[in-house]
T-cell receptor, first 113, second 110 residues
Framework: ETGVTQTPRHLVMGMTNKKSLKCEQHLGHNAMYWYKQSAKKPLELMFV???????ENNSVPSRFSPECPNSSHLFLHLHTLQPEDSALYLCASSQDFSGSVQFFGPGTRLTVL | GENVEQHPSTLSVQEGDSAVIKCTYSDSASNYFPWYKQELGKRPQLIID?????GEKKDQRIAVTLNKTAKHFSLHITETQPEDSAVYFC?????????FGQGTELSVKP
């Protein structure tokens, strides 16, 4: 599937590193999302962008910084992460912000040492 | 806060049997209820969804029912097959925001 792609697929970083996750959607959608998926926990919504404007920020620590330069691309910038931030980070997109089906990317498996 | 409870957390059935997963939600404004299937190491994929103006929807072996008064909805899989083995997530929401349940790990034994 190439609808929603994410890079890298796997990332190992130290607590002092700075890295970025990238998401790209080829579906012509107007809304994009970042989710965190930890073991034994439900998917946690982190950020929502609609038409390149952030419309939701679920009290995410400032060490996670999203960027949406256009409706096809979404980034998650990471700095000074903690080991408990290790998780699968999933990007999703939907046609619009209002009750549309969300399509997920394959995720980035992040390990913080 | 808004919450979605999903049960059971694990479910093991024999091939050919039916499987039922149930979810309850707290936000009465929710109007969109998708179900996702996530196979090991893969992305969640939508398998069926229902909106609040519909009480039941069916797609081949999969059906979803919604009771808005009681604020619960269920996924029914009939004639289960080994390839149905995966983690299933329910979600409730609208206006772009989805709250996910904790997931149900379904195992179908041949």
């Amino acid at each position: 599937e190439t609808g929603v792609t994410q890079t890298p697929r796997h990332l190992v970083m130290g607590m002092t590193n700075k890295k970025s996750l990238k998401c790209e959607q080829h579906l012509g959608h107007n809304a994009m999302y970042w989710y965190k998926q930890s073991a034994k926990k439900p998917l946690e919504l982190m950020f929502v962008y609609s038409l390149e404007e952030r419309v939701e920020n679920n009290s995410v620590p400032s060490r996670f910084s999203p960027e949406c330069p256009n409706s096809s691309h979404l980034f998650l910038h990471l700095h000074t992460l903690q080991p408990e931030d290790s998780a699968l980070y999933l990007c999703a997109s939907s046609q619009d912000f209002s009750g549309s089906v969300q399509f997920f990317g394959p995720g980035t498996r992040l390990t913080v040492l | 806060g808004e919450n979605v409870e999903q049960h059971p957390s694990t479910l093991s059935v024999q091939e050919g049997d039916s499987a039922v997963i149930k979810c309850t939600y707290s936000d009465s404004a929710s109007n969109y209820f998708p179900w996702y299937k996530q196979e090991l190491g893969k992305r969640p994929q939508l398998i069926i969804d229902i909106r609040s103006n519909v009480g039941e929807k069916k797609d081949q072996r999969i059906a979803v029912t919604l009771n808005k008064t009681a604020k619960h909805f269920s996924l029914h899989i009939t004639e289960t097959q080994p390839e149905d083995s995966a983690v299933y997530f329910c979600a409730a929401g609208g206006e772009g925001k989805l709250i996910f349940g904790q997931g149900t790990e379904l195992s179908v034994k041949p």
